[in-house]
């Protein structure tokens, strides 16, 4: 079987990681893939939204399923297109994808089925959202209704604060056309925390928990960014809180899906707030989040390719799903100045130097060829055995990803093994894997 995975980050190196494990693949790529996916699938040099490029290449070669990890090519209907040249895809249509792409489309559809959320009011006018602020009170929680790379949410906490960001969203265009309209909800207080599941169109099935650290910095200060870490499973779920979920949020959901005409396939990703009156939908993403898949896969005992053709097939209920009770961190090194400008082109030093039973996947890397003559990176000698060398090439880097028999185990593993890699300007949260709290 042929198997094509789209994207180049760290969610991707999780999920081609994991199908490399099954024994019904014969072939599998990934487009474009990064230094760390060259380990266990061929990358070819296609980008993730050249949607063209990857129908041609799906076409050309027989694919017979792809797997869609990032959130653009899905909103500019990658799955349509692959669908009509007879390709099985996992990853929702475009008519799906409006879940993420638009801010204000999710806000409609959990009101409209009575799913809990913030209250919120939306606006496309920059002087009619000025004379808006703080109708919630503060902090005030700014959205930009379309995508902005995990990053288009802002959480001034006064008034003077909030002009600064709203002149910034609509004024200067920060966030590009994607705030062309912006969100503004209602500040939630409790703890984040994430569930992936995976949705056909009559079933949807949750993953094993995780938390996500969003901040850049530790002790949830600074600006959002698109992930520096998780665990899994997240110690702020219970039996009952689950419960809850499950006839709050997830059956609703499907119920919505299925009077709305939205043939959901994939992965379905909600952010949630647990505050004191119950689970909250902070937002829907259509795809495996990042770096929460890097700490979810790990622990799946099933065969992901099983699970994928399921959902393709709309048999996701004839599917058992098995789990390890192995608790798994995931902290994330990211380039100095991230989530703002940042250099890329710093060497990597260290990977070898990991222990065997923790995972680094790559999220923003590239291999570069060694200079001539040159001496090793790795080992500062002169060496036959390296011809290249990896670079960093984003903002997020690399996800060290860990598994023990508790979480402080897993924790303890992750952090002594991020600490024998370098690269100049390296930064990640020293506090991941504790419960954080607004």
């Given at each position: 079987m042929k198997v094509l995975v789209v994207g180049g980050g760290g969610r991707e190196h999780a999920i081609c990681w994991k199908l490399a494990q099954s024994p019904k693949i014969d072939e599998l790529y990934c487009a474009p893939g990064n230094a760390g996916i060259a380990d266990v699938a061929v990358c070819v040099n296609i980008g993730a939204e050249d949607i063209e490029g990857i129908c041609g290449f799906a076409s050309a070669e027989k694919i017979d399923l792809a797997v869609i990890g990032p959130e653009v090519p899905l909103a500019m209907g990658i799955t349509d297109e692959l669908q009509k040249r007879g390709v099985k895809v996992f990853g929702p249509d475009r008519n799906c994808s409006q879940l993420e792409a638009s801010k204000s489309f999710t806000k409609k559809f959990l009101a409209k089925h009575n799913i809990p959320t913030a209250g919120y009011k939306e606006f496309t006018d920059k002087d009619e959202l000025l004379k808006a602020v703080g109708i919630y009170g503060y902090p005030m929680v700014l959205k930009a209704d379309g995508l902005a790379a995990g990053k288009g949410v802002v959480i001034p906490e006064n008034e003077a604060d909030a002009v600064a960001a709203i002149e910034e969203m609509m004024g200067q265009k920060v966030f590009g056309s994607a705030a062309d309209k912006v969100v503004v909800e209602e500040f939630l207080t409790g703890i984040e925390a994430s569930m992936l599941c995976f949705v056909d169109e009559n079933t949807i099935i949750p993953m094993e928990s995780a938390q996500d650290y969003k901040r850049v910095f530790d002790g949830d200060k600074g600006p959002n960014t698109g992930g520096m870490g998780t665990y899994s499973p997240s110690l702020v779920f219970t039996p009952e809180l689950e419960t809850q979920i499950k006839e709050q949020i997830l059956e609703p959901t499907l119920k919505g899906f299925q009077e709305d005409g939205l043939k959901f396939k994939g992965v379905l990703f909600i952010g949630l707030m647990i505050s004191?009156?119950?689970?909250?939908?902070?937002?829907?993403?259509?795809?495996?989040?990042?770096?929460?898949?890097?700490?979810?896969?790990?622990?799946?005992?099933?065969?992901?390719?099983?699970?994928?053709?399921?959902?393709?097939?709309?048999?996701?209920?004839?599917?058992?799903?098995?789990?390890?009770?192995?608790?798994?961190?995931?902290?994330?090194?990211?380039?100095?100045?991230?989530?703002?400008?940042?250099?890329?082109?710093?060497?990597?030093?260290?990977?070898?130097?990991?222990?065997?039973?923790?995972?680094?996947?790559?999220?923003?890397?590239?291999?570069?060829?060694?200079?001539?003559?040159?001496?090793?990176?790795?080992?500062?000698?002169?060496?036959?055995?390296?011809?290249?060398?990896?670079?960093?090439?984003?903002?997020?880097?690399?996800?060290?990803?860990?598994?023990?028999?508790?979480?402080?185990?897993?924790?303890?593993?992750?952090?002594?093994?991020?600490?024998?890699?370098?690269f100049e300007g390296m930064q990640y949260r020293k506090d991941i894997g504790t419960i954080n709290r607004r």
């Open positions: 004191e009156d119950g689970p909250k939908v902070i937002e829907f993403n259509n795809r495996f989040g990042d770096p929460e898949t890097q700490s979810v896969l790990t622990r799946l005992d099933s065969d992901l390719l099983d699970i994928f053709m399921a959902v393709a097939d709309n048999r996701l209920a004839d599917v058992e799903i098995k789990w390890s009770d192995k608790k798994a961190v995931c902290v994330v090194a990211a380039s100095g100045g991230y989530p703002g400008s940042y250099e890329k082109g710093k060497l990597i030093s260290g990977l070898d130097d990991v222990d065997d039973d923790v995972i680094v996947f790559h999220a923003g890397t590239k291999f570069a060829e060694m200079p001539e003559g040159s001496k090793c990176a790795e080992c500062a000698d002169d060496c036959d055995m390296k011809t290249s060398v990896i670079l960093t090439s984003g903002g997020r880097v690399l996800g060290v990803t860990a598994l023990g028999d508790t979480h402080e185990e897993a924790r303890a593993k992750a952090y002594d093994n991020i600490a024998r890699i370098n």
